[in-house]
C-alpha cells in the first residue's frame, strides 16, 4: 500500500525539481500520444521544443517566442500576487481587452500629433483601463462580499463586448472604408510600443522583465510582499500580523488589473497594431497556467511564460510541418500542467510503501 | 491476582524520527480506575491510540481478557467493549443530541427509540441530559456528557478519557467523577489520562507514569505525594516559578463598557466588560472554553475593533486600532491558537519573528523588511526561551508544541511590552516548558508591564496571577484578589455548574 505521508516542512530540492522532472514526463508521455498517433515521437518533441530555438528558421521563431511571453509573463506576475494571497482573479483577459482599448484610445485621441508624451500617456491609459475594471470585482467584493472569480470572470465577456463595439463604432478607423478595426498604430509612429521590430523587442517585453524584478522585491523585501504572502499561508495570522484584508483585495486585484491592462496596449501598439473584434487570443487565460507553471514565483514565472510560448510555437510548427492535430498540441499542454500539479505534491509530501501486517 | 481485563506487552510504535512508545507493558484491571500520566508528547496519545485501534503498533502485544486483541480500526475496538472520550469532542453544532448520537452508531435505532435509550442512560449514570437539544447550545460539560453516552451506549468494558477535565468548572469536575465511580461500581473499568495530579489522586486506583515514551514507573496516587509523582512525570526536580515582591504603577490598560457582537454564528458576544490592570500587576482570567475568550483576546490585539473609549492603553483610546498600531503604543498579544493564528504554519522562524516584531523590533525601514534582523531576533528568542529547534530556517510547523508556544511567547515577551495579553500560554506545554512560560510572564511583570493571562488552567491562574476574574457567557466577573479565594468561589465565578444537574447516585 502507497502512503502519502506530510513532510515536517516542504523541501527545498523537490521544489526546485518538480517542473523539470514535470517537463521530462511530458516529453515521455507526450512522446508516447503522438507515437500512438504514427509520428515519430523524437522527432515530434524536437520540432516542439528544439526547432523554435535552434532549428534552421529558429531566426523567424525566436522573436516570436518575446513577443508571446511578454504578455503572458505581465499578467501571470500580477495574477501571482494576487494569487499568493488566495484572491483569485480570473478575468484579466477582460481586464487585457480594457487596456488595450483604453490605450489605444489615449493614442487615437491624439492621431497624428507626433510629440514623445503620446506612447507614454497611452501606457498611463493602458494602466488605468485594466485596474479600472478589476476594481469593479473588488469593490463589490469588499463591500458586498460578492465572490471575484464569477464577477472578474463575467467581466471578461462584458470587455468582449466592449471590444467589438468599439472595432464597429467610437475606434473604428475613418478612412478604413467601412472595415471593422481602428487606425493600424504600427503606422502612427508616437504611438508605436516597438523597439526593435525583428527582435521581437516591443515595450512590453521591457514591462515584463520590469515586473519580474518589481515582483521579487516586493514578494521578498518589502512589508506588502509578506503581508501577501502571510494572507496566503494563514488568513488569521495575517489578521493578527496587522494585515487589513479589504485593502490587500484592492491592491492585489488593481495591480494585476493594471499589469494586464498594459500588456493589452503593448500588444495592441505593437504586435497586434489595431483593436479588432478579435484582437484578444486568450493570453489572459494562459497566464494563469503559466502562473501556476512558475508556481507563483517570479523568476519561475519568467521561465514558465518562455516555456509556454515555447509550446505553442513549437505546437504550431508541429502542426504546419508534422500534420500533428492542434488537438493532440492541446492535450501536450495539458499533461503539462497536469505533471506539475500532480508532482507538486513531492514537495509536501513523501510516498511511503505502507506493508500491510497481517493481523 | 485475578487476570487483567487489558494487558498490554512490549508494546512500541515509532513514527519517523522518534519513539512514541518503547516497550511500554502494564495491566488494567477490571473496576479500576488506572491513570496514565505523563507530560505532553510522553506517548499517553499514541498508547491510547493502539488500544482504540486507530494506530497499529509495530511491536508488542495486547491480550484482552486473555484473548490476543489487535483492533485494526475503531470500529472493532468498539465490538470489543472499548470506547473512547476524545479530548477534542467531535459533535456538530447544528444537530441536536440524539442525532449526533446517531451518527457515531453502525446501525442507529428510530430516533425515538434512541432518545428514550439516551434518558435512560443519562438518568442511570447522573447525567442528565436533553436528546432534542441542539448540540450548539450546550456548555462544554454537556457536550462531554453527550461524548460519554454515546460511549456508555455502547456498554463498554473498558472506557478510555483523554484529559476529560481540561474544560470543566471544578463543579462539574466533582459531578464528572461521580460518574465514572458509579461506572467502576458497576466494573467497568476506566483508563484516565490527565496530567492533574490532585485529580488522579482523588479519583484513580492506580497509575502508570510515562516519560519519553517508555513506563518510568507505577504508583497508587492515593499513597504517592503530588509531588513525587510530578517529579516520576519530569525527571527532575521540579522549580516552582518564584515571584518578586513588586509595587503597582499606575493604571496600564482599562477596559471599560465593552460590548461586541458574536462575531459568528456559535461565537460569543461580549457584554459590558470592565477592568483595569496596573503596572506589575498579572490579572488572571479564567473560565470554561467559548466563554468568549478568544473575542477577548481578538479585542485586545486589535483584530476585532471596537469603540476608542472601551479600550485604554496608559489613558490613550485605542479601541478603534489595528493590531499594528497598538504594538507600536506597546499592547503585545500572543493568541490561543499557535499554528495559523499566531504563526504562519509553513513559514520559517525567521518570518514569523517578523510577523508580529517588526515594529517595535524594527525589523522594517520604510516598509523594507531587515531579514538579517529579523534572523537574529528569531535566533534570540530561540536561545533566550531554550526553543528546541535546528535553527531559525526551519517551518513553524516543524516545532513540537510546546516549543511552538515558548517561540510565540518569547517573541512578545523580548518586545519589551508595556501590556502583554496571553491567552492559554501553556496549553499542551510540557511541565517544565510551562514553568518557564510562567516565570517568563512574572518576570516581565516584574519589570513594569501589566499582564492579562487568560487561561482553562486554573492552578496556573492561581500560581500567577495577582487578581483573578471569570468569563462566563461573555461576562466578566468583577476581579479579585486572588489571594484567599477558595476553589468553590471561583468555581461559582466561572458560572459554577452551568445549571447542569448534581449526579444523583
Redesign the interface.
Known amino acids: 500500500m502507497i502512503v502519502l ?1 506530510k513532510r ?3 523541501s527545498r530540492n523537490w521544489s526546485l525539481a518538480t517542473p523539470v522532472l514535470a517537463v521530462l514526463a511530458t516529453m515521455i508521455f507526450g512522446g508516447l500520444l503522438f507515437a500512438a498517433l504514427g509520428k515519430n515521437p523524437v522527432e515530434a518533441i524536437r520540432t516542439i521544443f528544439w526547432d523554435p530555438l535552434f532549428g534552421e528558421f529558429a531566426f523567424y521563431y525566436r522573436p516570436q517566442l518575446l513577443v508571446k511571453g511578454a504578455p503572458l509573463v505581465l499578467i501571470a506576475i500580477g495574477l501571482s500576487l494576487g494569487f499568493k494571497a488566495g484572491i483569485w482573479n480570473i478575468g484579466a483577459e477582460g481586464q487585457y481587452i480594457m487596456g488595450a482599448i483604453t490605450g489605444a484610445a489615449v493614442g487615437l485621441a491624439f492621431y497624428p500629433l507626433d510629440a514623445w508624451y503620446v506612447f507614454p500617456l497611452m501606457v498611463l491609459g493602458g494602466a488605468l483601463g485594466g485596474w479600472v475594471w478589476a476594481m469593479i470585482p473588488a469593490i463589490l467584493k469588499v463591500r458586498f462580499g460578492t465572490n471575484e472569480i464569477l464577477v472578474s470572470l463575467m467581466l471578461v465577456y462584458v470587455a468582449e463586448q466592449m471590444l467589438a463595439s468599439m472595432s464597429l463604432g467610437l475606434l473604428r478607423n475613418p478612412e478604413g472604408h467601412g472595415f471593422p478595426g481602428s487606425r493600424n498604430l504600427n503606422d502612427y509612429a508616437a504611438a508605436n510600443s516597438w523597439i526593435h521590430q525583428n527582435a521581437g523587442l516591443h515595450w512590453g517585453v521591457a514591462a515584463a522583465l520590469i515586473a519580474v524584478i518589481f515582483a521579487y522585491v516586493l514578494l521578498n ?4 510582499g ?1 503581508h501577501i ?2 494572507t496566503g ?2 488568513p ?7 494585515v ?1 484584508p479589504a485593502r490587500l483585495i484592492l491592491f492585489c486585484l488593481g495591480i494585476s488589473g493594471a499589469l494586464a491592462g498594459l500588456a493589452g496596449l503593448f500588444e495592441v501598439a505593437g504586435p497586434a497594431g489595431q483593436i479588432t473584434i478579435d484582437f484578444n487570443i486568450g493570453y489572459g487565460f494562459t497566464a494563469i497556467i503559466v502562473a501556476f507553471l512558475g508556481r507563483l514565483h517570479p523568476v519561475g514565472i519568467l521561465l514558465a511564460g518562455g516555456l509556454m510560448a515555447l509550446t505553442y510555437i513549437g505546437g504550431e510548427i508541429a502542426q504546419s510541418q508534422l500534420g500533428l492535430p492542434a488537438a493532440a498540441i492541446q492535450v501536450f499542454q495539458g499533461m503539462l500542467l497536469f505533471f506539475l500539479l500532480a508532482l507538486d505534491l513531492l514537495t509536501n509530501f513523501r510516498i511511503r510503501l505502507h506493508k500491510k ?1 497481517a ?1 | 491476582m485475578t487476570s487483567p481485563l487489558l494487558s498490554l506487552q512490549g508494546l512500541t510504535k515509532a513514527y519517523p524520527g522518534v519513539v512514541a512508545n518503547s516497550n511500554v507493558s502494564f495491566d488494567i484491571a477490571t473496576g479500576q480506575v488506572h491513570a496514565l500520566l505523563g507530560e505532553n508528547g510522553a506517548g499517553k496519545s499514541t498508547l491510547v491510540k493502539m488500544i482504540y485501534g486507530l494506530v497499529q503498533p509495530d511491536n508488542g502485544v495486547m491480550l484482552l481478557n486473555g484473548q490476543p486483541y489487535a483492533p485494526a480500526e475503531p470500529r472493532a475496538a468498539r465490538a470489543d467493549g472499548i470506547a473512547m472520550v476524545f479530548q477534542h469532542f467531535s459533535l456538530f453544532d447544528a444537530l441536536n443530541v440524539a442525532e449526533n448520537i446517531a451518527l457515531g452508531m453502525e446501525r442507529p435505532p428510530a430516533m425515538r427509540d434512541l432518545a428514550a435509550r439516551i434518558r435512560e442512560v443519562s438518568e442511570t449514570y447522573g447525567l442528565p441530559l436533553d436528546p432534542y437539544r441542539t448540540v450548539g447550545d450546550l456548555s462544554a460539560g454537556e457536550r462531554q456528557r453527550v461524548e460519554i453516552i454515546r460511549c456508555l451506549l455502547q456498554d463498554p468494558k473498558l472506557l478510555i478519557m483523554d484529559e476529560p477535565t481540561s474544560v470543566l468548572t471544578p463543579q462539574e469536575v466533582d459531578i464528572l467523577f461521580e460518574t465514572l465511580r458509579k461506572l467502576k461500581s458497576e466494573g467497568t473499568a476506566i483508563l484516565y489520562i490527565s496530567h492533574k495530579l490532585e485529580e488522579i489522586r482523588a479519583l484513580c486506583d492506580h497509575a502508570t507514569v510515562l516519560r519519553l515514551g517508555e513506563n518510568v514507573g507505577e504508583c497508587i496516587p492515593a499513597e504517592t505525594s503530588a509531588r513525587d509523582m510530578a517529579e516520576l512525570m519530569v525527571g527532575s526536580t521540579l522549580q516552582p516559578p518564584e515571584r518578586a515582591e513588586r509595587d503597582l504603577g499606575e493604571v496600564a490598560l482599562d477596559i471599560s463598557g465593552l460590548s461586541v457582537p458574536a462575531p459568528g454564528e456559535f461565537g460569543t458576544s461580549l457584554n459590558n466588560l470592565h477592568m483595569t490592570v496596573r503596572q506589575g500587576e498579572v490579572l488572571g482570567i479564567g473560565g470554561v472554553a467559548g466563554n468568549g475568550q478568544d473575542e477577548l483576546l481578538g479585542v485586545l490585539s486589535g483584530e476585532i475593533l471596537t469603540l476608542p473609549e472601551a479600550v485604554r492603553l496608559n489613558g490613550q483610546a485605542v479601541g478603534n486600532l489595528g493590531p499594528t498600531a497598538r504594538r507600536r503604543l506597546g499592547l503585545l498579544t500572543a493568541p490561543e491558537e499557535r499554528l495559523g493564528h499566531a504563526a504562519a504554519p509553513d513559514m520559517t522562524l525567521t518570518e514569523n519573528a517578523m510577523l508580529t516584531g517588526s515594529v517595535r523590533r524594527r525589523l522594517e525601514s520604510r516598509g523594507f523588511l531587515r531579514w538579517r534582523d529579523a534572523r537574529g531576533f528569531a535566533e534570540k528568542i530561540i536561545q533566550d526561551f531554550d526553543v528546541r529547534t535546528p535553527g531559525p530556517e526551519n517551518a513553524a510547523r516543524s516545532l513540537s508544541g510546546g516549543n511552538l508556544q515558548k517561540f510565540v511567547i518569547g517573541r512578545e515577551v523580548l518586545q519589551d511590552p508595556q501590556v502583554l495579553v496571553v491567552n492559554q500560554p501553556t496549553w499542551g506545554v510540557d511541565a517544565s516548558a510551562a514553568a518557564a512560560i510562567r516565570q517568563a510572564i512574572l518576570d516581565l511583570a516584574a519589570h513594569g508591564a501589566a499582564v492579562v493571562c487568560i487561561s482553562q488552567d486554573l492552578d496556573e491562574l492561581m500560581e500567577i496571577s495577582d487578581r483573578f476574574a471569570a468569563l462566563n457567557e461573555g461576562r466578566l466577573s468583577t476581579p479579585r484578589d486572588t489571594a484567599g479565594l477558595t476553589i468553590d468561589e471561583i468555581g461559582l465565578m466561572m458560572g459554577g455548574a452551568h445549571g447542569m444537574e448534581v449526579a444523583h447516585v
Open positions: 505521508e515536517p516542512q516542504p523585501r518589502h512589508m506588502l509578506f504572502r502571510l499561508e494563514a488569521r495570522a495575517a489578521r493578527f500580523a496587522g487589513n501486517e493481523a
